[in-house]
């Protein structure tokens, strides 16, 4: 089992909708969830962290935790077509600071 | 927030030659920094944890002897790749965080490296 998965996609979303993207992660004990934006070409820029069950809103983007379920998502509301790119969750587990990535979602949004 | 500054950000080597790749904390501490490769259409893997003053961690599967890590200060980790193939041929992407646990991670520029 992958320490982090997601649906690698492509999720095609029309001009604003809401796209949803989700995460799940292996490790129980994880302790920060952390969504990030990576353009082609360009290293990821941070969109979300979330250290706590249930949710966090910044603007048009809100990230969900449920540490029960070991499922962390993000939702983008109005989407644009300059969200269109790959959205990694990424974990920090307990014992250490390293950042674990997950494999990315592809998101398209169609003018 | 914090800036993390990667050296250079593209470069091309011919088989056989080292490459060094530079990363630097600008305006904090870092004793830990991460260094990632990735493929096209693929995720950041983490390669190794760098460690102010003692060795590097490397992750399962990754050269120690080909790819050397040195963390000289709390402000500049290394990487240096050596004699590169044109499988090295990755973007390369250091981090480092702040704080322990719980805080983000703040990327480099990221190193588009070719090896002809």
């Known amino acids: 089992q992958k320490e982090v998965e997601q649906n690698s996609g492509p999720l095609s979303v029309p001009e604003g909708a809401i796209a949803s993207l989700n995460c799940t992660y292996s490790d129980r004990g994880s302790q920060s969830f952390f969504w990030y934006r990576q353009y082609s070409g360009k290293s990821p820029e941070l969109i979300m962290f979330?250290?706590?069950?249930g949710d966090k809103e910044d603007g048009r983007f809100t990230a969900q935790l449920n540490k029960a379920s070991q499922y962390v998502s993000l939702l983008i509301r109005d989407s644009q077509p300059s969200d269109s790119a790959t959205y990694l969750c990424?974990?920090?587990?307990?014992?250490?600071?390293?950042?674990?990535f997950g494999p990315g979602t592809s998101l398209s949004v169609i003018p | 927030g914090a800036v993390v500054s990667q050296h250079p950000s593209r470069v091309i080597c011919k088989s056989g030659t080292s490459v060094k790749i530079e990363c630097r904390s600008l305006d904090f501490q870092a004793t830990t920094m991460f260094w990632y490769r990735q493929f096209p259409k693929q995720s950041l893997m983490l390669m190794a944890t760098s460690n102010e003053g003692s060795k590097a961690t490397y992750e399962q599967g990754v050269e120690k002897d080909k790819f050397l890590i040195n963390h000289a200060s709390l402000t500049l980790s290394t990487l240096t790749v050596t004699s590169a193939h044109p499988e090295d041929s990755s973007f390369y992407i250091c981090?480092?965080?702040?704080?322990?646990?719980?805080?983000?991670?703040?990327f480099g520029q990221g190193t588009r490296l070719t090896v002809v």
């Open positions: 979330i250290y706590s069950n």
């Open positions: 981090s480092a965080n702040l704080g322990t646990g719980g805080t983000e991670a703040f």
């Open positions: 990424a974990v920090i587990k307990t014992s250490y600071d390293k950042v674990i």
